[in-house]
Nanobody, 120 residues
Framework: QVQLVESGGGLVQPGGSLRLSCVAS????????MGWYRQAPGKQRELVAV???????NYADSVKGRFTCSMDNAKNTVYLQMNSLKPEDTAVYYC??????????????WGQGTQVTVSS
């Protein structure tokens, strides 16, 4: 019912910035939140950021203060602005649609993923 298309990944030097975009199409009103996951080799999948329909955000401690999640409802697009990037931020980043209840986030749809590599 919902298709998610990501873009914006690439190679960046430590301390640099990238902005990921995720465009949603289809029946998007079944979801009250969207979130970004990342998967790095040898590490568990990590929920990086969640944004609710009203714009409230939550971030993992590992990215707090450096990453910012935002949305444009008119364009059905969610963004992840990543600043002060570190090598440990290297991962495949996934856009997801889901629901936020209390402190839990439930994922219903996944994007294809986009590679982010931070290296000098």
């Amino acid at each position: 019912q919902v298709q998610l298309v990501e873009s914006g990944g690439g190679l960046v030097q430590p301390g640099g910035s990238l902005r990921l975009s995720c465009v949603a199409s289809g029946s998007i009103f079944s979801f009250n939140a969207m979130g970004w996951y990342r998967q790095a080799p040898g590490k568990q999948r990590e929920l990086v950021a969640v944004i609710s329909r009203g714009g409230s955000t939550n971030y993992a401690d590992s990215v707090k203060g450096r990453f910012t999640c935002s949305m444009d409802n008119a364009k059905n697009t969610v963004y992840l602005q990543m600043n002060s990037l570190k090598p440990e931020d290297t991962a495949v980043y996934y856009c997801t649609a889901g629901s936020q209840r209390s402190t839990s986030y439930y994922t219903y749809s996944w994007g294809q993923g986009t590679q982010v590599t931070v290296s000098s």
